[in-house]
């Protein structure tokens, strides 16, 4: 024990986790971001947290630091065309070396579920317009790349113990439910599922086939946690570099977009069954609960086909330069449907697509990230 020896903590600890929150956001929508941007937004978060000196200054040489600490994260602060062909032959390679098959290749993402929002035009009355529409958790999807092992979805709330599940064991769920205050993934959660599930689903599925402990799943969010923190002897996570992930990631090419499709159908039959039966439209979306909502996209998830899952892992996987994008099943076309709901007969495809953006993560404030 007299040789045993811990690491320094940054001086700047908060200030340096709040901007390395806030950078990797920006880089998620592709901006620009430059050294003097990052000493300024140092200072902001200095001043909020009031962390070490008075006089800090977010010098050269405190950046340099940072940016040190960054490159070990596998950032960058800018990616160039040519970012996702390198990282492309990288994995290729990676794959090679170490003699792993799809069923050992896995992807996670994951994407935010606005549950009771429909589109603005079915609000078709004042009385409607209370509709509720900011019911929202985080899902987290992942699957290996010959799509014949789906793992558990991850569900996150915000209620620790959800009113919906009274009277029902967690283990009943057909989901892994988390609780989160503003129901985001972090990297406390992520790190969590990564041993407590990930880990041994894969073991026990390896398992059965007879193939070697050895699995790496990709992840697009250095936010998580730390690579060397995601290590279960040769089960580990990888991280995409900057700026690829609308070219490459697997289960961002189609497949959450056909799994909320896939909800989305369910909760409109459901609002039409109610039409149907003589009821009020809004008075059924508000006795939608969280185990419906859970019930529903568990099985939304059965339905996604193994071949829709291995299609999208084409760009990354195939040799072919001329992938076409995958295509979408006839099942998950939602307008028939829309247009059943009062106020809706006119609604086309545009109006579909701009519902399901809807759901895509609010970016977060300084004060959530502080």
């Not at 032959?89 to 896995?106: M, R, V, Y």
């Not at 057909?174 to 969590?192: C, H």
């Not at 730390?226 to 290590?231: G, K, N, T």
Request: with cysteine; charged share 30%.
């Amino acid at each position: 024990m007299k040789d045993r020896k811990t690491t320094k903590k940054c001086e700047y600890e908060k200030v340096s986790e709040a901007l390395f929150l806030w950078f990797t956001q920006q880089r998620d929508k592709g901006m620009p971001i430059t050294g003097p941007i990052l000493q300024e937004k140092a200072l902001i978060f200095q001043k909020e947290f009031n962390e070490g000196e008075p006089d800090f200054t977010a010098s050269v040489g405190w950046l340099d630091h940072w940016l040190r600490q960054l490159s070990i994260c596998g950032e960058k602060l800018s990616a160039n065309p040519e970012g996702f062909l390198k990282f492309k032959a990288k994995f290729h390679c990676l794959i090679d070396n170490e003699g792993l098959s799809g069923e050992q290749i896995f992807n996670c993402e994951e994407t935010d579920l606005n549950y009771k929002m429909l589109p603005s035009k079915t609000l078709a009355s004042r009385a409607e317009a209370s509709a509720p529409s900011k019911e929202r958790m985080t899902i987290l999807a992942c699957s290996n790349a010959t799509g014949n092992h789906k793992l558990r979805l991850i569900f996150i709330g915000k209620a620790k113990k959800p009113r919906a599940f009274k009277n029902l064991a967690p283990t009943a769920l057909p989901v892994l439910y988390k609780n989160q205050r503003t129901a985001w993934m972090d990297s406390e959660i992520f790190r969590g599922c990564f041993f407590n599930a990930f880990v041994p689903s894969v073991e026990q599925f390896l398992k059965l086939l007879n193939l070697p402990r050895k699995a790496i799943v990709i992840d697009n969010a250095p936010s998580h946690s730390r690579e060397d923190e995601l290590s279960s002897r040769d089960i580990r996570v990888i991280y995409l570099p900057p700026n690829i992930t609308s070219l490459c990631q697997p289960t961002d090419q189609g497949v959450l977009e056909a799994l909320k499709k896939k909800y989305r159908r369910k909760l409109l039959t459901t609002l039409i069954e109610a039409i149907d039966d003589g009821n009020g439209m809004l008075g059924k979306l508000r006795t939608v609960n969280l185990k419906d909502v859970i019930y529903w996209i568990a099985q939304s998830r059965k339905e996604i086909e193994p071949q829709t899952l291995a299609r999208s892992w084409r760009k990354l996987l195939s040799e072919d330069k001329n992938i076409q994008e995958m295509e979408q099943e006839n099942s998950d076309n939602l307008l028939p449907l829309l247009q059943q709901i009062p106020g809706c007969e006119k609604v086309n495809d545009d109006d579909i697509q701009e519902w399901m953006e809807k759901d895509k993560q609010q970016e977060l404030t300084d004060h959530d990230i502080i």
